[in-house]
């Protein structure tokens, strides 16, 4: 470990170092000329450049060195020869050997904040930079040397020294721990008419360049690191990541992201939101395509571009995104790459990178890890806040689960592996200043049985509870899972007790009783009901009623200054409605505005009889994200933005907004009946969950629709047009117009019953979508979620976990053929 300390005897600047083997860097260092606040001795401030065998860099440090946690640690900025700014203030122009200094005024600004330092690429990620701290140490007798090292092309010898008891010194760790597991954060996509390369655009000078190659002829990987001289590149494109690679009938595509929208930073991690993307054919011909093919492959293309280009999905290059903190700061933390630590359920580009994973998995010495970027889905927002001077970063992440995605209508109920629709995670973080962290984590879901709730053309479909011999086990499955995961579960369901969505709560109910589980608490709160007539403040009777389990329930917290975990949330809220979307929204704010008055409290950052509600800038921004999250997860599930959130925003519910929720419902509405569809095909094509196969039939033949799909709208409209005609265009009487209308009514109210009869003629219904092989199922049997004679002309019926199973292969192929298949 480099000592670094001022020789007090003479005023002299001098260093130390303990015997190294060669294997450990030496650092250029130069004076600072401030004092610690500390101590108030001065210190040196050492400038490491990045590892190069170049033989005019003679200063060398191991750019992997993981700085220490502790409070009293202060971040160090390194900087590399090539890069010129870096920091406050412009450094010098380098030769090489000289790598200029911090400013005193920012060098003291951290010494006086006692900056907790982040990981090696946190705070300078983009630049492949690495980053050191330094600590004060204990007072002990060192060896020391006389001075700097020469500036040559080979770094001094060090020669031990005589020894001295010196006071508190600072120490710059430099040992040789495992490098950062971390994906680049900016490609160069070379293409040529032989393959694609991606090479990173920053690449640390101590890491070997490394190139990925997709071979255009075979489609094959390749790990290698040609000189960029020699890639014969006809275009040049700068991305900020790889999705994947997706198959369709023209043979791979890569995905690519060449467009991103800074969300924020936390914790040193920079996080982004996905704004734009690039969908490229490997190969280079389609002249083997039939013209249908080439049409299904445009069709194909569209859907991903719409899904992909809505602004559902994020990501970052060094942070652990799909996990919460309290999962990354777990007793076995992982050091493997970005993808092996991403919690599966929110990793929704795991299936367009299978190829690169199950390359890296076979071939360790050829690792792609660093170019496997997982991204989620959900929404994600970071601000600065501050209390009467106490700074601190608020973030509110929610992720959405991959399992059973889909519009709401496509995706009801649970599966038989206990995953359910619309399952969403909700973290709020709050970072203070010094570094310490606290979090909050609630969750929802649909609930979790055997149901549907199929769009036929009604405002409120048909809502149908299945009797299923499995859905005992598929409910057990399901809290299990979020037992393991979250602990206790505070479930609080939010439906009607009477009317349209009785028998939901009775049958939520009755399997509660059935699990018998003590780690479970039930509530059924009608929202409707104890909130009628805009009394929003009666959730209080809900918080009074789990006021105990919210006490036991905690929250995490772990400590800058220890580097410790001091807190762990020991349960979750699960949260329901029926969409688990505008009601869910409402009940969750609250309880987030809650958990975060007692965590600004014990952070010191609000006085302890205070309240989030009286520091009203901070009040004003919680109440903003929460209703920018909640009309996000509406979006995704429903397809507009949630209803009531003007009382999530203003605290109150008002004639505005009740307004805007008619008009949400109406395009709810015309969405749910005539475009979801398309959506739900567009999940099950990115997820996996429909795989194109060339060697059938396409799913987008034989849609020819029946007589009276237009002869009854047609009618329709022409009884509304004769109505119009007869009482303003003709000279009749009143009598005789009065019979024709009448007349005209009658065939209006025949149509309008049998539109509505055989709404699912209207309906846009999934095509990437048919019998299904369950995967749980024994020998490969059949749940009857559609009837069809051919793939295309499926029709969703009543079955166990709804229209589709999302949890299972969907293979494209007719009755007669999908009899004979196993589950994958």
């Not at 990178?353 to 890890?369: Q, T, V």
């Amino acid at each position: 470990m480099l000592q670094i300390f001022e020789n007090l005897c003479d005023g002299g600047l001098a260093f130390s170092t303990l015997p190294l083997p060669s294997r450990y860097q030496q650092a250029h260092v130069r004076r600072a000329g401030i004092r610690t606040p500390c101590t108030g001795l001065p210190i040196a401030t050492a400038f490491c450049p990045s590892f190069s065998s170049s033989a005019d860099e003679s200063y060398f440090v191991n750019k992997n060195t993981d700085p220490l946690t502790p409070s009293s640690c202060v971040q160090l900025r390194l900087a590399a020869p090539q890069y010129k700014t870096l920091g406050p203030r412009s450094l010098p122009p380098s030769s090489g050997r000289d790598f200029g200094r911090l400013s005193r005024k920012h060098l003291a600004e951290q010494l006086n904040r006692q900056t907790a330092a982040p990981t090696s690429f946190e705070q300078y990620g983009q630049y492949h930079l690495p980053v050191t701290a330094i600590q004060a140490a204990a007072q002990l007798n060192t060896n020391t040397t006389n001075g700097l090292y020469a500036k040559s092309s080979e770094p001094s010898s060090v020669s031990p020294g005589f020894h001295i008891p010196l006071p508190p010194l600072f120490t710059v760790p430099t040992g040789t721990p495992q490098p950062p597991k971390m994906v680049y954060d900016s490609l160069n996509l070379y293409i040529s008419s032989e393959s694609f390369t991606f090479e990173p655009s920053y690449v640390d000078p101590s890491v070997r360049r490394e190139t990925l190659v997709i071979n255009r002829e075979d489609c094959s990987l390749q790990l290698n690191a040609p000189p960029a001289s020699t890639l014969r590149q006809e275009e040049v494109v700068s991305i900020y990541g790889l999705v994947g690679i997706i198959k369709l009938n023209a043979g791979d595509h890569i995905v690519v992201i060449n467009a991103r929208e800074k969300v924020g930073r936390i914790l040193g991690h920079n996080i982004y939101k996905l704004t734009g993307h690039k969908i490229i054919p490997v190969q280079r011909s389609r002249l083997h395509l039939t013209e249908q093919q080439i049409q299904d492959d445009v069709s194909y293309v569209v859907m991903l571009d719409a899904l992909l280009g809505a602004g559902y999905f994020y990501f970052s290059n060094t942070f652990e995104i799909t996990n919460t903190l309290q999962r990354q700061n777990s007793s076995t933390p992982s050091s493997g790459p970005l993808w092996q630590r991403a919690d599966e359920r929110f990793f929704w580009n795991r299936y367009m990178h299978k190829r690169l994973i199950d390359f890296s998995r076979a071939n360790p010495e050829h690792d792609l890890s660093n170019f496997i970027m997982p991204i989620t889905c959900g929404f994600m927002s970071i601000k600065e806040a501050s209390i009467n001077t106490h700074r601190f970063t608020f973030a509110l992440l929610s992720r959405r689960s991959h399992h059973r995605a889909g519009p709401r209508y496509h995706s009801r109920g649970v599966d038989d592996n206990g995953n359910v629709s619309n399952f969403v995670e909700t973290e709020q973080i709050v970072v203070t200043e010094q570094g310490d962290q606290a979090a909050y984590v609630q969750t929802r879901g649909s609930m979790p049985f055997y149901w549907t709730q199929t769009a036929n053309i009604r405002y409120q479909p048909k809502l149908e509870v299945i009797p299923n011999p499995k859905t005992a086990e598929s409910f057990k499955r399901h809290f299990k899972q979020q037992m393991d995961l979250y602990g206790n579960q505070i479930v609080v369901n939010l439906i009607n007790k009477h009317g349209y969505e009785q028998k939901m709560g009775v049958e939520f109910a009755r399997q509660i009783n059935l699990l018998n589980e003590g780690r479970i608490r039930y509530v059924h709160f009608d929202f409707h009901h104890e909130c009628r007539k805009m009394r929003w403040d009666r959730i209080s009777v809900l918080m009074d009623d789990i006021r105990n389990e919210l006490a036991a329930q905690g929250y995490f917290k772990k400590s800058a200054k220890s580097g410790l975990v001091e807190k762990r949330q020991t349960s979750v809220v699960r949260t329901n409605c029926m969409d688990c979307l505008d009601r869910t929204n409402v009940v969750q704010s609250v309880l987030a505005r809650t958990s975060l008055t007692a965590q600004l409290i014990e952070l010191g950052i609000l006085p302890p009889t205070g309240r989030v509600e009286d520091a009203l800038d901070v009040e004003r921004m919680f109440k903003h994200i929460w209703a920018d999250n909640a009309d996000e997860i509406s979006r995704q599930y429903s397809g507009t933005g949630a209803l009531k959130t003007d009382f999530t925003r203003g605290g109150k519910r008002t004639r505005a907004g009740a307004l805007q929720d008619f008009r949400n419902s109406a395009v709810r509405y015309f969405r749910n009946n005539f475009l979801d569809g398309s959506r739900q095909d567009a999940f099950n094509l990115m997820l996996g969950v429909y795989e194109v196969n060339p060697t059938l039939a396409s799913p987008f033949l034989n849609q020819d629709k029946p007589i009276r799909y237009l002869a009854l709208p047609l009618a329709l409209i022409s009884s509304i047009f004769m109505i119009m005609v007869i009482f303003f265009g003709t000279p009749y009487s009143l009598s005789y117009r009065l019979l024709l209308t009448s007349m005209c009514c009658v065939v209006m109210f025949v149509c309008l019953k049998l539109i509505t009869h055989f709404g699912t003629d209207y309906v846009d219904l999934p095509r990437l979508a048919a019998k299904i092989v369950s995967e749980t199922a024994a020998g490969g049997k059949l749940h009857d979620h559609y009837e069809m004679d051919t793939f295309a002309d499926a029709k969703p019926q009543p079955g166990a976990g709804g229209p589709v199973n999302q949890n299972a292969k969907i293979i494209p192929e007719t009755v007669a053929t999908l009899g004979r298949e196993k589950a994958n």
